[in-house]
């Protein structure tokens, strides 16, 4: 029997991870510097609860960067306003049914981090609540929802100047230079955002979309950029849908995956009541990995 | 992710390492000629396969000496290099008609020096009509120079083995295939494809469409064989790796042990973790008391920062894999859905180069493999 190479590129799963973490350290200075004491409450529960639940789990002390990135996906996904207790509860669901339910890192269907928070806007829908159907509120509601007059913000402001709405929107830029440091380390897939955000301003113009839901903000209907910028898609496109362990395994698979995410996000934001879709257009799009694959490498192999 | 090339040792000439006082000839599968207490010379018939007529090998010593001990699958011989290589007295010259190289090729005992060891003087034998030899230079190994010197130092020996290899099978085309920048490119069926545009089907041979794939100190031993009626007792090896002082390329004859080499090269044991007998990606762990063959085209001893380490992490899906692998296949996944794919495999190793768990997925995939094979025998 071949004992197998000798030799590794170095690059592994603690690398990847690592940097991962590293590329994220921008987005969560920017929460911290706009929110204040009450997004850093956020984060520091998130992790401790998220490594209070490994250990219950594995039953023993481990450091992952896996489970830190969970634990601050989580958090990046929450309204600045969320309770801190809702940490607890989201790192209950990433780690216990996210992640051990389905067998443990490397298993998991779904990213741990994305079904947590669509679990707790099923719970909790207050918390997520958006704002037209509030009579007062504009807290906790993304851009895409806001009535911001009728003007359209410009380029600029809509990169640097938050967006009521997740942490993650506190400054969109930082996630996008975080996807840049992802994406020049090689880490994902370049192919993800790029046909993911494709699909969504490309559906964003195409969609004829529904009046009835979409009256009180006309100027997002056939507004790409908006659609891209604000709300979660800069998030999704670079941190939530290129999670390797629950996105395909080919390339040509991926491309697949990221058109159908981009699909649902688009369907949901503009035929739901959901201003925001792409943590159910991630989670819809994971669910059909297996299939996916299954049908790629059947065509791959045919080609072959 | 690209397989590095880590040729350290492209620009250092060949050397001739210090002469071992004792080799270990590997006779596996052939009877041995002689007992313990022998006297032998330089050139003279060790061991011949059992199997008369075409299908034969020949093994020679490389010394004049005595035989220490002789077993089923080694004999061990003790003594002095001869001052001037001294030719073999058990055939003649011969001419350069077809079967005549091939019974210098048999008698010499050549075989594939890329690791395969099938006799050559089978390969020479048309058995479907053949129009080019392609001579292998991808030495796709990393570390590995030792072919890359042997063209640069010695091109016309290899010029007249080609001519020698192309008359034996009837070929007009001869080739000394272009460097193609790629780890596996070095595979036949690719090298076959990129230079002659060719496609190979899988599961066939070059042979199957007129290519005869030779490796590159095959063929100058073919040229020594029949022009200089030597056998093949020696080889060109690299001998490199962090944990060698004096890294290069180097002449020795075939049975010297690692432990011989390692000393001549500055051998640092104290920082060397792992040695390996052949390339890093598909050679073999090795020790002190293992002896170069015909196929071995290195020994490389490595520190713990240059060795991989094998951790068995839980996959991460990331693909890389499969990108990596020259075949298209699903190295990652294919030990648990066992399909015919796992026949296909090479063992190159590029999947478990890049995978970022650090998973030992080769060793996953041959037990598969032959879990595989014996449930379809037994079907
Ligand atoms: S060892 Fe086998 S599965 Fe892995 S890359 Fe090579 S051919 Fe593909
Ligand atoms: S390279 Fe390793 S971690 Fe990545 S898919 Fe293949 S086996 Fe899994």
């Known amino acids: 029997m071949k004992p197998g190479p000798f030799i590794h590129s170095g690059f592994t799963t603690q690398r990847l991870m690592f940097i991962t973490t590293l590329a994220m350290i921008p987005m969560v200075a920017a929460s911290i510097w706009e929110n204040g004491f009450d997004a850093m409450i956020l984060y520091v529960v998130s992790i401790l609860s998220v490594f209070c639940m490994e250990f219950i789990c594995q039953r023993r002390v481990i450091f992952e960067y896996s489970a830190l990135i969970t634990a601050v996906l989580l958090v990046l996904m929450l309204p600045a306003n969320a309770p801190w207790w809702i940490s607890v509860v989201g790192a209950i669901l990433a780690v216990g049914i996210g992640k051990y339910f389905f067998g443990g890192f490397g298993q998991n269907i779904f990213n741990p981090a994305v079904l947590s928070r669509v679990l707790l806007m099923a719970l909790f829908p207050a918390i997520f609540i958006m704002p037209e159907w509030t009579v007062d509120g504009v807290s906790g509601a993304t851009l895409l929802s806001k009535e911001i007059g009728a003007s359209m913000p410009s380029l600029s402001s809509l990169l640097l100047s938050s967006s009521p709405g997740s942490l993650a929107q506190a400054m969109p830029i930082t996630v996008l230079l975080g996807g840049v440091i992802l994406l020049v380390y090689k880490l994902i897939d370049w192919r993800v955002p790029l046909f993911y955000l494709a699909t969504i301003s490309l559906l964003s113009i195409l969609l004829p979309g529904s009046e009835k839901i979409l009256g009180h903000v006309p100027y997002l209907l056939g507004n790409p950029l908006l659609h891209i910028i604000a709300g979660g898609s800069l998030l999704t496109s670079f941190f939530l849908l290129t999670d390797p362990v629950s996105s395909p395994f080919s390339s040509n698979g991926r491309v697949v995956y990221a058109i159908i995410a981009g699909v649902f996000t688009m369907i949901i934001r503009y035929y739901t009541p959901y201003p925001d879709g792409a943590a159910f257009g991630v989670l819809l799009a994971n669910a059909m990995v297996p299939t996916i694959d299954k049908y790629m490498l059947k065509l791959e192999a045919s080609v072959f | ?379």
Not at chain 2, 15 to 39: A, E, F, K, M, W
Not at chain 2, 268 to 289: L, V
Not at chain 2, 328 to 349: H, K, V
């Open chain 2, 1 to 379: 992710m690209k397989i590095p090339k880590l040729k350290n040792q492209l620009h250092s000439p060949i050397q001739r390492i210090r002469l071992p006082d004792s080799i270990q000839l590997q006779i596996n599968g052939c009877i041995p000629l002689v007992i313990t207490g022998d006297v032998v010379a330089a050139g003279s018939l060790i061991a011949k396969s059992a199997t008369v007529g075409n299908i034969e090998r020949s093994i020679h010593s490389p010394f004049n000496g005595r035989v220490t001990s002789v077993s089923h699958s080694t004999v061990d011989i003790e003594g002095d290099w001869p001052n001037a290589q001294t030719s073999a007295a058990h055939y003649e010259a011969t001419g350069i008609e077809a079967d005549k190289i091939r019974e210098s090729c048999r008698m010499a005992g050549i075989v594939g020096m890329g690791g395969a060891m099938t006799p050559t003087h089978l390969k020479l034998i048309p058995h479907r009509p053949i129009d080019t030899v392609l001579v292998n230079i991808c030495e796709s190994e990393p570390f590995l120079t030792c072919d890359h010197r042997v063209l640069e130092e010695y091109p016309h020996e290899i010029e007249c083995g080609l001519k020698l290899a192309m008359t034996a099978v009837g070929a007009e085309n001869g080739l000394v295939a272009p460097k193609i920048n790629n780890y596996t490119s070095g595979y036949e069926r690719f090298l076959v494809e990129e230079t002659l545009g060719r496609k190979v089907p899988v599961n066939r041979r070059p042979t199957d469409v007129g290519v005869l794939v030779l490796n590159l100190q095959t063929v100058r031993a073919l040229y020594h064989a029949v022009f200089e009626q030597r056998p093949l007792t020696e080889r060109v090896i690299t001998v490199d790796g962090d944990a060698i002082k004096r890294p290069g390329n180097y002449l020795v004859p075939i049975g010297t042990k690692v432990g011989h080499i390692l000393e001549c090269c500055g051998w640092d044991e104290n920082i060397s973790k792992q040695i390996i007998i052949g390339g890093p990606m598909m050679g073999d762990s090795a020790d002190k008391n293992t002896p170069i063959t015909a196929g071995t085209g290195g020994v490389l001893a490595l520190t713990s920062e240059q060795t991989a380490k094998v951790k068995d992490n839980p996959c991460i899906r990331c693909g890389l894999c499969m990108d990596a692998c020259p075949l298209g296949l699903w190295p990652g996944q294919m030990d648990r859905n066992p399909s015919a794919d796992l026949l296909a495999c090479i063992t190159c190793g590029a999947c478990q180069f890049v995978c970022p768990a650090q998973r030992p997925i080769v060793k996953n995939i041959q037990k598969a493999k032959n879990a595989y094979l014996q449930k379809s025998d037994s079907l």
